[in-house]
C-alpha cells in the first residue's frame, strides 16, 4: 500500500473557495440567459437569477465562516489537561455504563 500523498502546497492567489464562488456567478448569469433562449419570460429569468445569487451569497458567507473556523481549529492548541477533564465528564456512573439492564423498561406480554 502506498503512503498517503502530501497535500500540495497552496500558492499565492490559489484559492479554492473563491474559484468556486466564480463559478457559481457564472452560473447565475448562464442559467437565467439559457431560461431565455428556450422560451421562458423574462421575470421568470429574473426572478431565478435572483434566487441563484441569493443562494450563491448565503454559500459565500458559510463557506468563508467555515474557513475561518478550520483554522483556527488548527492554530489553537487544547488547554493543558482538557483531555482528562473530558475523559471524567465522559464517565459516570449508573444505567449509562454498561450494556442491558434487566428490568424497568421491558415490554410486557
Known amino acids: 500500500m502506498r503512503p498517503p500523498r502530501p497535500a500540495p502546497e497552496p500558492r499565492p492567489g490559489d484559492d479554492?473557495?473563491?474559484?468556486?464562488?466564480?463559478?457559481?456567478?457564472?452560473?447565475?448569469?448562464?442559467?437565467?440567459?439559457?431560461?431565455?433562449?428556450y422560451g421562458a419570460s423574462l421575470a421568470g429569468a429574473a426572478g431565478t437569477a435572483l434566487g441563484l445569487a441569493a443562494v450563491t451569497a448565503v454559500c459565500r458567507v458559510l463557506l468563508r465562516r467555515s474557513e475561518?473556523?478550520?483554522?483556527?481549529?488548527?492554530?489553537?492548541?487544547?488547554a493543558p489537561g482538557a483531555h482528562d477533564r473530558e475523559r471524567r465528564r465522559r464517565t459516570?456512573?449508573?444505567?449509562?455504563?454498561?450494556g442491558r439492564h434487566p428490568g424497568g423498561n421491558s415490554p410486557v406480554g
Not at 452560473?27 to 431560461?35: F, K, Y
Not at 459516570?92 to 454498561?98: K, N, P, Q
Open 92 to 98: 459516570g456512573t449508573g444505567s449509562h455504563r454498561r
Open 16 to 37: 479554492r473557495t473563491a474559484d468556486l464562488i466564480r463559478w457559481a456567478a457564472f452560473a447565475c448569469v448562464l442559467v437565467p440567459v439559457v431560461l431565455l433562449w
Open 68 to 78: 475561518r473556523c478550520a483554522a483556527r481549529l488548527l492554530t489553537d492548541e487544547p
